[in-house]
């Protein structure tokens, strides 16, 4: 089934129209571009001349659609026209579609018309002129000139603008795009930084509440109660101290609140003290020098969050804090004992492995955790391996 043309542009049929008319309109009184005795003139008459100009009219409504079609059917309507009187119209409307075929037409035919005009400017120059050995004989190829390589000329160069400017938009909007992409990025990376800060600072006094909270009402004994309830009062004031700052640091849009400071690797003391108080039976083991602050809040974060696993999800017995530092990392170790017990003291969601595991992949580092089976029974292993390089010291945990 043959597939049917487009349609014309509005605008061609605008300019097909104006073609038509303006060349009635000189067809009417009688201008010509050649006289009926001229030696050229084979098809006589006045009517002769309207066939080439309604064929050169119906062309210009395949400028865009069509333009190498209507190239060439528009040449073989000139050529007709060359034999007749003329119509200065029809050349006119030539000349358009010169224009057209290098604007419209495809990148080959683009490159080849101005060539091809070129050349027979060129050649409509010298050959008259050698023939003839009259100056007239250039005027030749000035027509030729005016006709064919001007306009493919005008159209190389608009189209060559309006390929840089297309290629300069599309340039603009994979920019916006890239642009776009970062900025998700960023805001994505941000708000995983601040759940990790706030379940890592939040989490372990929640935990010890809700523990404590269950063994107070589980057991009547005044002074157990009363003992719970401190460690309730001191882990809810120092939970909603951390709360009440990170959301003052959210709200804050003239970035005049400043984080606290980063707890670092001195601060593992008061935090398993702080265990302790909780109930946990914890030793602490470490060996390092200097590190880079992001491995230092890595490393802290990461004992922290292991202390509060411990404590909601532990079996009776000693937990083992150990950190050491080897062959450019640092190797942090936390144990627990695991076993059969009715169930978590505390709810857990299971954030805190993939916080933990996000942190020490942002500097590079390993992280597991699972349990495992040694001579004293079995446990939970939490062993994370931080590299101490330069390029810690420029990440962000």
Known sequence: MARALPRPHPDDVRI???GLLGGLLIWGVGLGTRKSNDPIVLWE????????????????????TRPRVGLLIGIAALTADGVTQGNLVTVVMFTDLIYAAVVYGPPATARRIPWITGLMTVAGTVVPFAVWQVPEALLVGVVIGLAAFTPAAT?????????????????????????????????TAERARMARELHDMV???LSAIAIH???ALSLDDPKTSKDALAVIRENSVE?????????GILRDSSGDLEPAAAPTLDGLGALVEGARTNGLDVGLDTEHG??????????????????????????????SVTLDQRDGVLDVEVTSPYGDHDGPRAPGSGAGLVGMRE?????????????????????????ATLPVTDQAQGDHA
Request: hydrophobic share 50%; net charge positive; with cysteine.
């Open 213 to 215: 909270s269950t063994a």
């Open 239 to 247: 939970g909603l101290a951390e709360m009440r700052r990170l959301i």
């Open 45 to 64: 008459g006045r009517w002769a001349i309207l066939l080439p100009l309604a064929v050169m009219a119906g062309c210009e409504l395949l400028r865009r």
């Open 155 to 187: 159209g190389w160069i608009v189209r060559n603008h309006r390929d840089a400017a297309e290629a300069a938009r599309l340039h603009a909007e994979q920019t916006a795009l890239l642009a776009e992409m970062d900025r998700v990025q960023a805001v």
């Open 203 to 205: 989490a372990n006094h």
């Open 290 to 319: 200097k590190l880079p602050a992001p491995v230092e809040l890595a490393a802290y974060r990461i004992v922290q969050e292991s202390l509060t696993n411990a404590l909601k999800h532990a079996s009776p017995g000693r937990v």
């Open 359 to 383: 942190r020490a992949a942002l500097l590079g580092g390993s992280f597991e955790a699972a349990p495992e089976s040694t001579a004293e029974g079995k446990i939970w292993a939490v062993r």
């Open 16 to 18: 097909a129209l104006a």
